[in-house]
């Protein structure tokens, strides 16, 4: 059972270079989210998909760009990377019912130079 | 505002004795309350959720909530080495959930 998986897992790019973060489930969750996380920031929300169909800003969403493929699969978009986008970035995903927490998928970790 | 309040630590502990870990949010309506723990350089992991006031206990964590303190806690008895992490809160608020900027515990042996 994998859960939640990431590709790829370290990434450089230069300024102005855009690239997709891939996240795929395996679990049937409805929900499924994209966060950065900086030293001393905590994890931040980017944007996060409720359902299939369906996508939302979270707290940081300028500069990026998502797609809710289908129910397994949720990609984010660095459109044209700057380097206040080096960060390791996580996507999560859940059941939605009270009481139940994310998953967590192992991260991206990109530089931008 | 949505805020999810922690110390940052670092929490030092001997080994085998209680780790403290706090946790404070701001809005009241929040339902849901997890702990995660992240080890350095890896993602989070759940190991406790708790929704109703009380205590909630698995193994040797322990999850405190106050809702009318707006404060919810963590308790590691008998602390291993292998507690040595980040210790993250997190609060639901509808669709999202908010975390803390995590407290570092460090288990001396």
């Known amino acids: 059972n994998a859960g939640v998986t990431q590709t790829p897992k370290f990434q450089v790019l230069k300024t102005g270079q855009s690239m997709t973060l891939q996240c795929a489930q395996d679990m049937n969750h409805n929900s499924m989210y994209w966060y950065r996380q900086d030293p001393g920031m905590g994890l931040r929300l980017i944007y996060y998909s409720a359902s299939e169909g369906t996508t939302d800003k979270g707290e940081v969403p300028n500069g990026y760009n998502v797609s809710r493929l289908n129910k397994r699969e949720f990609s984010l978009r660095l459109e044209s990377a700057a380097p206040s986008q080096t960060s390791v970035y996580f996507c999560?995903?859940?059941?939605?019912?009270?009481?139940?927490?994310?998953?967590f998928g192992s991260g991206t970790r990109l530089t931008v130079v | 505002q949505k805020e999810v309040e922690q110390n940052s630590g670092p929490l030092s502990v001997p080994e085998g004795a209680i780790a403290s870990l706090n946790c404070t949010y701001s809005d009241r309506v929040s339902q849901s309350f997890f702990w995660y723990r992240q080890y350095s350089g890896k993602s989070p992991e759940l190991i406790m959720s708790i929704y109703s006031n009380g205590d909630k206990e698995d193994g040797r964590f322990t999850a405190q909530l106050n809702k009318a303190s707006q404060y919810v806690s963590l308790l590691i008895r008998d602390s291993q080495p292998s507690d040595s992490a980040t210790y993250l809160c997190?609060?639901?608020?509808?669709?999202?959930?908010?975390f803390g900027t995590g407290t570092s515990l460090t288990v001396i042996p």
């Open positions: 999560a995903s859940s059941v939605q019912r009270e009481n139940y927490g994310y998953t």
């Open positions: 997190a609060v639901n608020w509808g669709n999202q959930f908010y």
